[in-house]
């Protein structure tokens, strides 16, 4: 009897191979219960991505980085930031700030919400190659979605004159937890089941 590759699923704790039943399974050879890993493969993508989501919505509505000048305190988020940068003729850094704080996430959004959603729901088989580059891209960018924070932290840190203080706001926490989130939510995306579409 020739029994296919999808059909076998390994013991977490004997490594023996065993035939998938499509119901309770026992190991053969330690008694076990062992289930298939293609039903619980993506629920943790999916609680660390609609984590992230939430954390970047505050993230773009309160000030990224609170400045006090003379008893005057100042809130920017992130694209009053970029605007202003732009209107100040600092063109290339509000671009650079804007890819990475708001085109990278919202990119990385997209591309996870339609991986995780073309493995429950397979579309087109000869896709494979393209799904498989769009999730070595969010592995990719990801760590640029943090410019926005270190630019946070060098200004806080470089900034030491008297009448001015320069602070980071609510909104580079929420940031810094939406683009760990979604970096979770990327290595716990199961690239393997990208072979099974």
């Given at each position: 009897?020739?029994v296919?590759e999808?059909?076998?699923?390994?013991?977490?704790?004997?490594?023996?191979?065993?035939?998938d039943?499509?119901?309770?399974?026992?190991?053969?050879?330690?008694g076990?219960?062992i289930?298939?890993?293609?039903?619980?493969?993506?629920?943790?993508?999916?609680?660390?991505?609609?984590?992230?989501?939430?954390?970047?919505?505050?993230?773009?509505?309160?000030?990224?980085?609170?400045?006090?000048?003379?008893?005057i305190?100042?809130?920017?988020?992130?694209?009053?930031?970029?605007?202003?940068?732009?209107?100040?003729?600092?063109?290339?850094?509000?671009?650079?700030?804007?890819?990475?704080?708001?085109?990278?996430?919202?990119?990385?959004?997209?591309i996870?919400i339609?991986?995780?959603?073309?493995?429950?729901?397979p579309?087109?088989?000869?896709r494979?190659?393209?799904?498989?580059?769009?999730?070595?891209?969010?592995?990719a960018?990801?760590?640029?979605?943090?410019?926005?924070?270190?630019?946070?932290?060098?200004?806080?840190?470089?900034?030491h004159?008297?009448?001015i203080?320069?602070v980071?706001?609510?909104?580079?926490t929420?940031?810094?937890?939406?683009?760990?989130?979604t970096?979770?939510?990327?290595?716990?995306?199961?690239?393997?089941?990208?072979k099974r579409i």
């Amino acid at each position: 009897m020739e029994v296919k590759e999808e059909e076998l699923i390994r013991c977490p704790v004997c490594s023996a191979v065993n035939i998938d039943k499509q119901r309770e399974n026992f190991c053969r050879r330690c008694g076990t219960l062992i289930y298939k890993h293609m039903r619980f493969s993506t629920q943790k993508s999916w609680a660390f991505l609609i984590t992230a989501i939430i954390a970047y919505i505050p993230a773009n509505l309160y000030p990224m980085l609170i400045t006090s000048k003379f008893g005057i305190v100042e809130g920017s988020t992130i694209m009053g930031g970029i605007i202003l940068l732009w209107e100040q003729g600092s063109e290339p850094i509000a671009v650079i700030i804007f890819f990475a704080s708001i085109f990278i996430p919202i990119l990385k959004f997209l591309i996870l919400i339609y991986l995780l959603i073309s493995v429950k729901y397979p579309m087109r088989k000869n896709r494979k190659i393209d799904k498989h580059k769009m999730y070595y891209i969010t592995e990719a960018i990801g760590p640029w979605s943090m410019i926005d924070v270190f630019v946070v932290a060098i200004l806080a840190a470089l900034i030491h004159l008297a009448n001015i203080e320069i602070v980071a706001g609510t909104a580079a926490t929420a940031f810094a937890l939406s683009v760990f989130f979604t970096l979770l939510a990327a290595h716990a995306f199961d690239e393997r089941l990208i072979k099974r579409i």
